[in-house]
Every structure is written in C-alpha cells, then in structure tokens.
C-alpha cells in the first residue's frame, strides 16, 4: 500500500517534483494526494495540477489566527487521508494545534546540516559565515524551529571556486536526494523516535 502524502510548498517546488517523480516512477511507496501552498504565488501549485495532483490554496491572509488557518490545512488533510505531511520550502512555522493534530506525521527538510544555521535562508547563512562543510537535513517537524529529532543529513562539502549559486546549487541537488530517502524510510515503517534520536531499523 502506497502511504498517502500531503506537501506543503510556498514556492518554487523542486523538492516537491523530486518526490512527486519519485513516487509517479515506482520508485517510492507514496502517492502525493494533495500539495498546498500559503502563497498564491508558488510555481508549485502548477507543478502538482501539471501532474493531476489536488492543488490547494490556503492563504493565511484569509484567517485572523495562525491557528485558524491551521484549521482549514488540517481539514484538507483529513479530508484526502493524509498519513504523512511533507514540509518542502513551507516558510512558516506550526503551531502547536496542527503538530498535535498529526504528531511525529510531519518532517521537514531544512537546507543546511542543524542545529547549525536554522532559520529561513540556511543557505545564505552557511555561506556567509565560510563553513567548510554544509548539507540538508530532514528531520520530524517540532514546537521549535528547526529544531525536531533528525531522521537523515546530506553533506554538501563547499569547495573552493565554489559561488554561492554553485554552493546553492549542488545542495538543491542533494536536497532532491535526501528528502526522499526520508520519506521511504518512514513508508517502510522503518523510522523510530527515542528521544531526540531516530532510529533507522533494517529493512525486513
Ligand atoms: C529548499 O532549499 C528547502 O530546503 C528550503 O526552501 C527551499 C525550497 O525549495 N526550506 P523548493 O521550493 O523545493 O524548490
């Protein structure tokens, strides 16, 4: 049985392809039901109906409370039997209603290897400070930002004629590598949480 996925995006979607190739491939045991989007604006909305996929809307300018708007996610969830939520280049952080609501059923990739450089521009933020050595992270989303147990990392060494858009380039790349991966392991039933750690069990 193919494990139901929601993505939730707010531009440009490249990580939300990568998966939605994945899966249409047979590559992944996940079908992406539903990809919604809190910016009108975001290419990935197309991506999703390019690929016959429900694409939603839900524009938190329309609600008064973060929670509100939370409201009308989680019951667009509900209603396509979301099992698991993908926030891929999702700009805004949960509150505690939605992560209780599907509690360790929500991860998150973050581009840069944490708990170094969390936050909304991990990229520009690794880049400035001149690590050596930077990533991804994919990690169960918690209260905190960026800050849930880490189920898999990618290593994205910087090297020296390296640009910013190269750097930025080369770790997109691995991004659409790494967040996959993760959601196979969780398909496969295969990830336990321990605290702050994740456990990856051997396939069966
Ligand atoms: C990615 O770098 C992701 O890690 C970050 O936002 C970017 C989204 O890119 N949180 P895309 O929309 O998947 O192309």
Redesign the pocket.
Known sequence: MKTRIAVL?S??????QSIIDRSESGDLPAQVVCVISDREKAF?LERARKHGIRAFLVNPKDFAKREEHEEAIIRLLDDNRVELVVL??YMRLLTRHMLERYRNRIIN???ALLPSFPGTDGYGDAWRYGVKVSG?TVHFVDEGCDSGPIILQGVNPVEEDDTFESFRERG?KL?HKVLPEAIRLYCEGRLRIEGRKVRILEKE
């Open positions: 995006i531009g440009s979607g490249t990580n939300l990935g891929a280049g990739i973050h581009p991804c997109l991004e």
